[in-house]
């Protein structure tokens, strides 16, 4: 093998117990591939491989039992299908995504090609603690993002049709929140208790209930694992641009700033949550010319 160790350093090289092979964990922003994608991992894995992929919590992939006489030309097939070896080292590892518009009928925002965009900006940067970002594209959070160190969620705020309304519940009842009175014989919105899911827009069988502003919530400092955290809310933009810049943002604070082998919510704990979401607007300011 020419050049192992920059093999070694982009990560995704996983030494197993039997320290003869090594698992290949692949780059796959969103969890999504083409059949023929697939076909060719089924055939690298075939190869290369015992014949299995494992597929992981954050919707990527596996290779296992991989030997290192093989890691340089699989690593190249591997680049040349899209799939490149990687999400594994202290790095934004996979992007994972909920289906969001393009499939889910609760969906308030496009979710896949913003994990990719996301991908795009920030994969490959050297940060010096793990980086995990999740994209929801509604309140119900299918995919845990407060559980991880940025998540972004998708909402809208239902705007009423005034005097309109029959009065005959439905949204009401569809409400999880109990968001939705009925008041005089029309419903009536509990601000206060309104989260934003949008799933009432949905329900009005005579379209009365209108989405408004569509905006993207990103919170920061979640993570699972053995004392898991829920992240907390860092800022509300309103367009895909605006979460990859925040995203990016967010990712070179943790760049400059961050200790090694600590996780993130630790850290925020440490300088504090209103020190670090001041130093994100900072690192904002800087990129105002
Ligand atoms: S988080 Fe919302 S949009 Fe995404 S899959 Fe779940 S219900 Fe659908
Ligand atoms: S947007 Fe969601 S929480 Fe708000 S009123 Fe509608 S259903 Fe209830
Ligand atoms: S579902 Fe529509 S018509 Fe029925 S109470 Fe709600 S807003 Fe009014």
Not at 13 to 19: F, H, K, V
Not at 34 to 46: H, T
Not at 134 to 139: E, L
Request: with cysteine; hydrophobic share 35%.
């Amino acid at each position: 093998m020419k050049d192992e160790s920059a093999l070694h350093a982009r990560g995704g090289i996983i030494t197993e117990r039997n320290t003869d092979f090594a698992t290949l964990r692949l780059r796959i922003p969103a969890g999504v591939l083409s059949a023929c994608q697939l076909r060719r991992l089924a055939d690298l894995a075939d190869g290369y491989g015992d014949g299995t992929v494992h597929l992981t919590m954050r919707q990527t992939m596996e290779i296992p039992h991989v030997r290192p006489d093989s890691f340089e030309v699989i690593a190249r097939a591997l680049e040349e299908n899209n799939t490149p070896i990687g999400a594994e080292r202290d790095e934004v590892v996979n992007v994972i995504a909920c289906p969001g518009t393009e499939r889910c009928k609760y969906a308030n925002i496009e979710t896949i090609d913003l994990a990719r965009t996301i991908d795009r900006r920030v994969a490959g940067i050297r940060v010096p603690t793990k980086v995990r970002i999740a994209v929801s594209g509604c309140t119900y959070m299918c995919n845990s993002p407060l559980l991880n160190e940025i998540g972004i969620i998708g909402r809208i705020r239902p705007l009423r049709t005034p005097g309109l309304c029959t009065g005959c519940g439905t949204c009401v009842e569809y409400c999880r929140q109990c968001a939705i009175s009925l008041r005089n014989g029309v419903s009536v919105l509990d601000e206060r208790r309104c989260v934003q899911c949008g799933i009432c827009v949905h329900s009005c069988p005579y379209n009365l209930l209108k989405p408004e502003y569509e905006h993207y919530q990103i919170a920061v400092g979640g993570r699972r694992g053995m004392e898991p955290r829920v992240g907390r809310e860092l800022v509300t933009v309103e367009t895909p641009e605006a979460v990859v810049e925040v995203v990016y943002r967010i990712v070179y604070w943790i760049y400059r700033t961050a200790w090694s082998g600590r996780l993130l919510a630790d850290q925020l704990d440490e300088i504090g949550f209103d020190a670090f979401r001041e130093g994100i607007r900072k690192e904002f300011a800087g990129n105002e010319e």
